[in-house]
């Protein structure tokens, strides 16, 4: 018994490097293309390996350079196979000795005959998963050579290898169906004496097959069912029947790899029963993990050609006669099998999730009803790798029996999976109670059960017993009357295959019928045992839902599959538990690089899970969000259609499409659509909220914070977006109705979840809006002009406006487009996005670190403006210094010479338009600021007074944050205006031409098209913003309050000078002087000199123009504008 124990487990050892041997069947030591003609001598001349013989071969030389490299990779590889023929011949003499020594299997000595029908199909499973392996022969070949080259000789245990090579692989040039039936016949010779046990057993598991064959037959016997009689929900599962459909499965699996090794068994009728039922309902055995095989090939074969016995003595077997109504007549129920399977997953789901219903309502049911729930899971386990089995695999003669592939598909596979892992983690939390539970059964109803069977026993068998059998029983017995958590299971074990081997032996001279009560016995015992010591170890065994991970392509159509149907999304978090359950794959110790391989996998698939249920429900978000938007159209339409229903003409007119209900554009389904994409999002984050973190090895996964980070991608993209439309920028009001229908949309993700919806929005503004590359105002200000930020586009956007055909009316304080005809259809409006409503909500938008952004992009626009008007002083310097009042012909020869007046007066228009901008868009945030905290900006620009006032207090950054977010004057930015001008004029003597400048631009082209609006107190041309531009740029050139008024008053002095000529050529009746509207230049200063209240009074004015004169001209307008009227 010891010896089964071990091999089972090396058996298991070899089967998880095999399966990693066949993913590294192709090592990159061998990838080089130079050892291409050298590789394909070692698979030709194979199993025949001489290094010396190939060193003639084309890139022998690079292979003898990489000799040692090679030995270190090909190393565990070759030493796989060695330990595979070491393994053979110790398991099949492990094997034989058993089967001469052991007189009976049958469910009184279940855990015996699952240890040797286990050891025997992994033998079988272990030859087919090493015959599936590519490229043996020329790594074998490969290796043995460098070896050679290396240590100067071969491997010791070569002549092995390649005899086994030889009996077992067969030549690898061979079809693979070729090379399989080789391989079984090699196991046939070497399982000869195993035929009388294997045959023996055939009755045994027939009465079993057959009656849990089908799943109707698990609904007739109501085997799981609690509801039909309430008295049994409270009853301790029977042990030995549950045991028996745990292991139903599994003993279906090893049967048929035994009658393959041993087909002579065929010979008994219930032999051949099992196997027609097992090939019926498994038309694809698996080997090992995502390896399966179809055995529908070598089994035609072997009826076909297998014989047995002697015709002299009567006993001739030909198992052709048996082949229709055995192997026929199953694999022709393909279609029908996939239904059965269908149906039993269904009932299996169903009383799973009683089963969970059951142990949340009362946990201590768990602890009677353990072994119920053992066997649930292993069949529910087993059908879920059924189907992932064959999800994608054909029946023999598929065609021949029409086989139906879509019957396979089973998109519901995630609800069975799903109830798996609810009813294995609710049972894993109740461990305790099952294990108190079973200490008692153990001491109170095990011992006295033992006790009584073994008095029986050795009353019976008095003399025939061994002293040292003896003494193990009763210290079986021992360890039952004093079990507690302590226990060692190992020696429990130990003892009990001890005591069972010597039962079941040939050799006790007892017969096996006398034997079975206390078989039987001590098989529940131990049973009971297990329970207790592995109880977390046989939930997670028997669930086996790690295991799943290994079919890559079917979990990824799983996850396409779940998150595709509305009635799937609760379950969606199941795909994470999968991969939560990987890490309990106890085979992973065998092959430490597979592990490594594995965990960076089920990682990946970790994050490929978390991304895909993100995009699903950001999905669902944005499909509700569209709905909504439609049905708030249509409900601003519904109240129209009420405003016009007191008048049928108009109530005709008045599509019927548009009427939300029967005959929308969505067919009429677009309330019932928002109901779906609602209830399809809930059930998502619900599901969410359930599993908030979900642990894969050593990375846990919070479901909160990928949820998160996706909302955040989507809202910053979304704020975009919302922004732009066809490439230009939407208006601020219609910017912030989008946003508030996103936040109500946020809301109800937040219903469902605690995400704080407020700061994803408010936090993805910051990020727009700051990221600017601007530096802080009145700092080093540098704008990256490439920056694709939103808050540069919306800069932008408003330069260009500012730069279009615009005109700003200071009466409205808003800037007007000026509209030549029919408006095109793509044109914008200036009036549409600067007026105080539009720039209010501008700054409710952007914020305001947005609004100080903006202020940092026009002023770094506007230097290049800047740069501009210097150039145009530079170039007239000359004239400019020549400017004086001595000599009159002489002044105006000069002012006449001064070229490009037009550029540069279009120049500070522009200067002053964009200044004017930033001064309504600072009006707007302290409108919105005041708005939301009444009079903060009077009492945050009083504060600043008394700092100011005070003196021991410096403006630093925090408070200019204050300022500038309260809509006051920031000193900051009032420096950093400065520095734009300074850096641009750093010449003294060009500062003190700019007032002639200013005042020499009355002759220019666009003066003369100039005249004074009274609606709305600005001038055609625009000029009204020179104001503010001579306003700006002179006070921040100079160094003192004093050297501003001194220019200042020089423009007012020079310009006083030019209209006083003008006017003076004008009513002489010039040439020179015709179309120049004198009255709006007079109008100009004045409002020019309203505007210096402050700075100059308005007797510097009056002292070069009278002001008869001014108001004269103006009174000259307002007749002309009423006599128009």
């Known amino acids: 018994a010891e010896h089964l124990i071990i091999l089972n487990d090396a058996c298991k050892g070899l089967l998880c490097r095999v399966h990693w041997m066949a993913k590294a069947a192709t090592p990159a030591c061998l990838e080089s293309k130079e050892l291409g003609q050298l590789l394909k001598t070692f698979k030709k001349s194979f199993p025949k390996i001489s290094a010396k013989e190939s060193e003639q071969v084309k890139g022998f030389e690079i292979f ?57 199909s992994g033998i079988v499973k272990l030859q087919i998963a090493l015959q599936k392996v590519p490229n043996k022969a020329r790594n074998i070949s490969s290796y043995i050579a460098a070896l050679e080259l290396v240590q100067g000789k071969k491997d010791d245990h070569l002549s092995f290898v390649l005899e086994y090579m030889k009996a077992a692989m067969a030549n690898q040039e061979w079809k693979y169906e070729d090379r399989i039936w080789v391989t079984v016949g090699y196991l046939r ?64 699996e090893w049967y048929q790899f035994a009658l393959l090794v041993c087909p002579a068994a065929l010979q008994e009728a219930e032999a051949r029963f099992c196997l027609n039922k097992i090939l019926a309902l498994h038309f694809n055995v698996p080997v090992f993990r995502d390896v399966s095989f179809d055995l529908g090939k070598v089994w035609d074969k072997t009826f076909w050609e297998f014989k047995c016995g002697h015709k002299t003595q009567g ?106 892992v609810d009813i294995c983690s609710l049972t894993l939390k109740f461990t305790p109670l099952v294990k108190e539970y079973f200490i008692e059964y153990i001491k109170e109803v095990d011992a006295p059960k033992v006790e009584t069977e073994l008095k029986k026993f050795f009353q019976y ?193 008045v599509s019927q499409n548009i009427i939300p209900g029967s005959e929308s554009i969505y067919g009429g389904d677009a309330y019932y659509n928002f109901q779906a994409q609602a209830q399809g999002l809930g059930l998502l984050l619900d599901a969410v909220r359930q599993v908030k973190q979900c642990q894969v ?201 001064v070229t490009e007046k037009d550029e540069f007066l279009r120049s500070a228009i522009h200067v002053g338009r964009c200044l004017q901008f930033l001064s309504l868009l600072k009006t707007s945030q302290r409108a919105v600021q005041d708005d939301s905290i009444p009079f903060v900006s009077k009492v945050v620009h009083l504060v600043t007074k008394r700092i100011e006032s005070d003196g021991k207090i410096k403006a630093g950054a925090q408070l200019c944050n204050v300022l500038i977010d309260s809509g006051v004057e920031d000193p900051k930015y009032n420096l950093g205006v400065r520095n734009v001008f300074k850096k641009v004029f750093d010449n003294k003597a060009v500062l003190s031409h700019f007032p002639k400048m200013f005042a020499c631009l009355f002759i220019s082209e666009i003066w003369k098209d100039t005249k004074y609006t009274p609606d709305s107190e600005g001038f055609s041309t625009g000029v009204e913003s020179l104001i503010t531009t001579i306003q700006t740029v002179i006070p921040a050139l100079c160094e003192t309050e004093k050297k501003t008024k001194e220019h200042l008053k020089d423009f007012v002095v020079l310009s006083a000078y030019a209209l006083l000529h003008m006017n003076s050529k004008v009513e002489s009746q010039d040439r020179e002087m015709r179309g120049y509207h004198i009255p709006s230049m007079m109008t100009f200063m004045s409002k020019f000199m309203e505007s210096c209240k402050g700075i100059m009074s308005m007797h510097v004015l009056e002292e070069c123009l009278p002001f008869t004169l001014i108001r004269t001209k103006i009174i000259e307008i307002y007749e002309k504008m009423e006599t128009a009227k």
């Not at 094997?95 to 279940?110: E, G, I, M, R, T």
């Not at 023996?200 to 109501?222: M, Y």
């Not at 001739?316 to 997953?345: C, G, M, Q």
């Not at 704008?783 to 615009?806: E, M, P, R, T």
């Open 64 to 120: 003898r350079a990489k000799a040692e490299v090679i030995c270190q990779e090909l190393e565990d590889w070759y030493k796989t196979i060695r330990d595979v023929v070491a393994f053979n011949d110790k398991a099949f003499k492990c094997l034989n000795a058993f089967a001469a020594d052991v007189s009976a299997l049958d469910w009184s000595n279940l855990h015996l005959m699952a240890l040797f029908f286990e050891l025997l």
């Open 189 to 252: 010779d070497r399982s000869v004496h195993l035929l009388t046990l294997v045959r023996g057993v055939a009755k045994t598991l027939w009465r079993c097959i057959q009656k849990w064959s089908i799943a109707s037959s698990f609904e007739k016997h109501r085997l799981f069912s609690i509801l039909y009689d309430a008295s049994r929900i409270v009853q301790p599962a029977q042990t030995g029947k549950y045991l028996e459909l745990e292991y139903l499965n599994r003993f279906r």
């Open 315 to 420: 006993t001739k077997f030909y198992l052709k006669t048996h082949r229709d109504l055995v192997f026929k007549e199953a694999y022709v129920k393909a279609n029908d099998t996939a239904l059965e399977h269908r149906a039993l997953r269904r009932y299996l789901h169903k009383n799973l999730r009683q089963y969970v219903c059951l142990f949340t309502e009362i946990p201590g049911l768990a602890a009677p009803k353990f072994q119920l729930v053992l066997a649930l899971m292993k069949l529910a386990s087993e059908e879920i790798h059924w189907y992932f089995q064959h999800r994608h695999s054909t029946p023999f003669k598929h065609r021949k029996i029409n086989w139906i592939s879509n019957l396979s598909s089973d998109k519901t596979i995630v609800k069975l999976i799903e109830a798996l």
């Open 461 to 653: 068998c008095a003399g025939k017993i061994p002293q040292d059998v003896q003494t193990t029983m009763m210290g079986l017995l021992k360890q039952a009357r004093n079990a507690t958590l302590k226990t060692s299971f190992t020696k429990v074990q130990l003892d009990f295959f001890r005591v069972t081997c010597w039962l079941s032996s040939r050799k006790t001279g007892i017969a096996f019928q006398t034997c079975a009560p206390v078989l039987a016995v001590f098989n529940e015992l131990y049973t009971h045992f297990g329970n207790v010591l592995h109880t977390e170890q046989q939930l997670v065994e028997n669930a086996n839902i790690g295991s799943i991970i290994w079919y890559a392509e079917e979990f990824k159509e799983m996850v396409v599959n779940t998150l595709g149907s509305r009635s799937l999304y609760s379950s969606c978090m199941t795909l994470m538990h999968i991969l939560g359950y990987v890490k309990y794959d106890l085979n992973l110790k065998y092959c430490p690089d597979e592990q490594q391989g594995l965990i960076k996998m089920t990682i990946r698939y970790g994050e490929m899970v978390m991304d895909e249920i993100c995009k699903t429900i950001l999905k669902n978000y944005i499909s509700m969000g569209n709905f909504q938007a439609y049905l708030d159209k249509t409900i601003d339409i519904n109240i129209q259609i009420q405003n016009l229903s007191h008048d049928k003409k108009k109530h005709a007119m």
């Open 697 to 897: 090895f050593t990375v846990v996964f919070n479901t909160y914070d990928w949820l998160y980070e996706a909302m955040d991608k989507y809202i910053f993209q979304k704020i975009q977006a919302i922004t732009i439309d066809n490439g230009s920028i939407r208006r601020p009001s219609q910017i912030l109705r989008l946003v508030e229908r996103e936040k109500r949309a946020m809301s109800y993700v937040e219903q469902h979840i605690p995400l704080n919806t407020s700061d994803l929005i408010r936090g993805n503004m910051l990020k727009h809006f700051t990221k600017t590359s601007a530096g802080l105002i009145g700092d080093n200000l540098v704008i990256d002009s490439k920056s694709s930020a939103l808050i540069h586009k919306i800069g932008k956007f408003y330069w260009d406006i500012l730069k279009s055909n615009v005109d700003f009316s200071p009466l409205n304080l808003v800037f007007k487009t000026k509209v030549h005809g029919k408006r095109a259809k793509d044109e914008v409006l200036a009036e549409e996005y600067t007026s105080h409503p539009e720039l209010c909500a501008l700054c409710r938008f952007v914020g305001p670190y947005g609004v100080k952004a903006l202020q940092s992009i026009f002023l770094s626009n506007l230097a290049n403006g800047i740069v501009q008007l210097k150039s145009v002083v530079a170039k007239n310097g000359v004239y400019l210094g020549q400017l004086d009042f001595v000599d009159m012909a002489s002044w105006w020869g000069n002012v006449v010479k």
